[in-house]
């Protein structure tokens, strides 16, 4: 089956530093969708990629979708306190209406 | 514009029991898909259902799941007989019938077998 693998696992960073992590796919998806879970809460979503090379802001965060259409970045600038939690990638293969298929994770931490 | 509702946010049931969970979609969605989460893991398909209809089911075990959205209520995923390794937090998500691109999930439901 098709699988996800997000890096780093985990990231111990500092307020105020800038953030990057990515998806990479063994298959190629048409949707990428990026998402935020806190503990004991559901995913919730920051940003939605629907095209190859697409680069896509909100706020803080800039995603791109990989011209290969095979992987995905995620970059979080100046971080503050309330972007602690697991981040998670999610690509769909024909795009809309169709399960997602999810990365394994990246945690989050701010060191004080 | 109320989002995901999913009910009961924890449930505890012992070995052999029935697991009902429910979940309403958000307004003018009519696309609902369940996902199942481990801990420490990330949330895995379990099934894809439109008004009256499973559209994939691909990722429900053959036994004990079920999955329905009636016309009218909510989507309830039945878990029969549960065993401990159905311990899980699951995930409801809803998306537009025009695009099913973006799916906006709810709370979830923590199903603790004892």
């Known amino acids: 089956g098709q699988q996800l693998n997000q890096s780093p696992q985990s990231m111990f960073i500092q307020e105020g530093e800038d953030v990057s992590m990515n998806c990479t796919s063994s298959?190629?998806?048409?949707?990428w969708l990026w998402y935020k879970q806190d503990p004991g809460e559901g995913p919730v979503l920051l940003i939605a990629?629907?095209?190859?090379?697409e680069l896509t802001s909100n706020g803080r965060l800039t995603a791109q979708f990989g011209i290969t259409r095979k992987d995905s970045f995620l970059n979080i600038s100046a971080s503050i306190p309330s972007d602690v939690g697991i981040y998670f990638c999610a690509g769909q293969t024909a795009g809309g209406n169709e399960k997602l298929t999810f990365g394994t994770g990246t945690r989050l931490t701010i060191i004080p | 514009n109320a989002g995901v509702m999913q009910n009961p946010r924890h449930l505890v049931r012992r070995r052999g029991q029935e697991a009902r969970l429910r979940c309403s979609p958000m307004k003018g969605h009519s696309h609902v898909y369940w996902y199942r989460q481990l801990p420490e893991e990330g949330l895995k398909f379990m099934v894809y259902l439109q008004k009256e209809n499973i559209i994939d089911e691909s990722g429900m075990p053959k036994e004990r799941f079920s999955a329905e959205f009636p016309k009218e209520g909510p989507s309830i995923l039945r878990i029969q007989q549960v065993v401990r390794g159905d311990s899980a937090a699951y995930f409801c998500?809803?998306?537009?019938?025009?695009?099913?691109?973006?799916?906006?999930f709810g709370p979830g439901t923590r199903l603790t077998v004892t």
């Open positions: 998500a809803s998306s537009p019938p025009s695009s099913g691109y973006e799916q906006y």
């Open positions: 298959s190629i998806f048409n949707t």
């Open positions: 990629l629907y095209k190859a090379g």
